[in-house]
């Protein structure tokens, strides 16, 4: 069995690997993305390669955090995202084409339409149709109070007379940003849960959400472009990899890529932890209208890489990896308890998805290419799941050379998992392609 090399990079990690750094960052502070990491990790990368990269490939880009941080180092990267949310995030702050002065004739256009609003608009603007997105009477539980709910029908509607898509889309997107802090739910790892006594909350009323809204665009949004602004002064023309930012399932966009272009790749992909960003970001999806109807919904979720639960996968081949097969062995006699009957095809769908991949990843890195891919192990009924290793192993059936796991953080499992193991490491496997 192939012994890879680990090496101790806790000091060097431990804090660049979480958003949380990018929060009040310079275009990264435009939406707070928990499952992204931070522009300090993509540096840290650049400053040790040996080589000038020509071509990033990101497949999994979520808010967009490396294709923009090599954007502003003049760096081409390819990125794809399965879910429209995080695409149009991305996109929208790939965008190096803003102006002030249309930002702000825009938002004039906005703020003057929300003084005359329509008093019951969800009567003439409905809503999404998801069932609790609105306080209704039949409901004992809802997302968004009826006022606030007003007020975000206001500016989604104030939005859609904005007559250019690109500020319409940063409009969207700034939108998203507050939706989750004015409703009546946070995310709670794998899922939406209520605020603790959410019913006596303050209601946050129409005429707040709209004030929320315009605050968003005046301090976060305009302070950035106005920098934009002033680099495009400059420095002329400023590079974007907008364009270079793609919708879809990273598996099947690749071939959009030319055979041996790609000389890095630096990724996280959704971890093991059966958590659906198509659940978690659901509120987003629907009230951008990303999301208009339940087979929509389906047919997103069974893109995704099989990270989750919420798609009954059907029966999966089992990869012959030791290490994986010994995970489903010692899982196996736990079936009858399992919380999702789908828990076993997922664990073995998710590498399956991974070899695909890396097949397809092989033709279109350029020979010592190097892939920096962030992951961390997974445990499920106190068996460990060897997430670090197993990818490791399947790469190396792909033409690639590990040639160290770095480890970066521990991480606290669920409180069921506590007792036979007391932390699971993140790591970042880098490797080269031969
Ligand atoms: C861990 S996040 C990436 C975060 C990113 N590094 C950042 O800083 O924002 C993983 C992303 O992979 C996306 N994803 C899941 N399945 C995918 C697929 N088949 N193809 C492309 N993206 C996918 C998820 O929607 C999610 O946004």
């Known amino acids: 069995m192939r012994e890879f090399k680990y090496t101790d990079c806790f000091d060097k990690y431990d804090r660049i690997m979480q958003f949380n750094k990018n929060k009040k ?14 522009k ?8 040790e390669l040996d080589y000038i990269p020509q071509h990033c490939l990101e497949p999994f880009s979520g808010s967009g955090t490396t294709a923009l941080e090599l954007q502003k180092n003049n760096i081409k990267c390819s990125s794809f995202e399965v879910n429209p949310f995080m695409f149009s995030l991305a996109r929208s702050k790939l965008r190096t084409d803003y102006t002030v002065r249309s930002l702000k004739k825009h938002l004039n256009s906005i703020e003057r339409a929300l003084e005359d609003v329509v008093p019951e608009i969800e009567t003439v603007y409905p809503p999404p149709i998801y069932k609790s997105m609105m306080q209704r009477d039949s409901l004992d539980k809802w997302i968004f109070n009826l006022e ?24 969207k997107i700034s939108l998203a940003s507050l939706l989750l802090e004015i409703s009546n739910v946070y995310r709670n790892g794998k899922c939406l849960s209520y605020k603790k006594g959410w019913k ?24 950035d472009i106005k920098e934009i602004n002033k680099y495009k002064r400059a420095e002329g023309k400023l590079f974007s990899n907008h364009n270079f930012c793609h919708l879809g399932d990273c598996k099947e966009k690749i071939s959009l890529l030319e055979d041996g272009a790609v000389d890095l790749v630096i990724t996280s992909p959704p971890y093991l ?9 659901m509120i987003e999806l629907w009230m951008l209208d990303l999301i208009n109807d339940y087979n929509e919904l389906r047919d997103l979720r069974r893109k995704t890489f ?11 081949p089992l990869l012959s990896i030791k290490e994986l097969s010994d995970a489903i062995e010692k899982l196996e006699p736990h079936k009858d308890k399992f919380w999702n009957k789908n828990l076993l095809e997922m664990i073995k769908g998710y590498f399956l998805d991974m070899d695909i991949l890396f097949s397809k990843l092989k033709r279109k890195m350029k020979s010592n290419g190097k892939v920096y891919l962030n992951v961390a192990n997974s445990a499920y009924y106190g068996v460990e799941i ?8 399947i790469a190396e059936t792909h033409e690639f050379e590990v040639e160290e796991i770095r480890k970066a953080r ?6 069921q998992q506590k007792e036979q193991i007391p932390f699971l490491l993140e790591v970042v496997i880098v490797m080269r392609k031969k």
Do not use: C
Request: no cysteine.
């Open 386 to 393: 060897e997430v670090d290793k197993i990818i490791s192993t």
């Open 273 to 281: 932890n059966s958590r659906d960003y198509t659940d978690t970001y």
């Open 306 to 316: 099989k990270s989750h639960v919420q798609v009954a996968w059907g029966n999966m």
């Open 25 to 38: 960052t310079y275009i990264h502070g435009w939406y707070p993305f928990v499952e992204g990491y931070s």
């Open 410 to 415: 521990k991480i606290k499992p669920s409180s």
């Open 40 to 47: 300090e990790f993509i540096n840290s990368i650049l400053s």
């Open 148 to 171: 606030t709910m007003r007020g975000l029908l206001d500016i989604k509607f104030a939005i859609d007379g904005v007559n250019d898509n690109k500020y319409r889309q940063l409009f």
């Open 200 to 223: 006596k909350i303050n209601e946050i009323q129409r005429g707040n959400v709209h004030e929320l809204f315009v605050e968003k665009i005046e301090n976060v949004i305009l302070p």
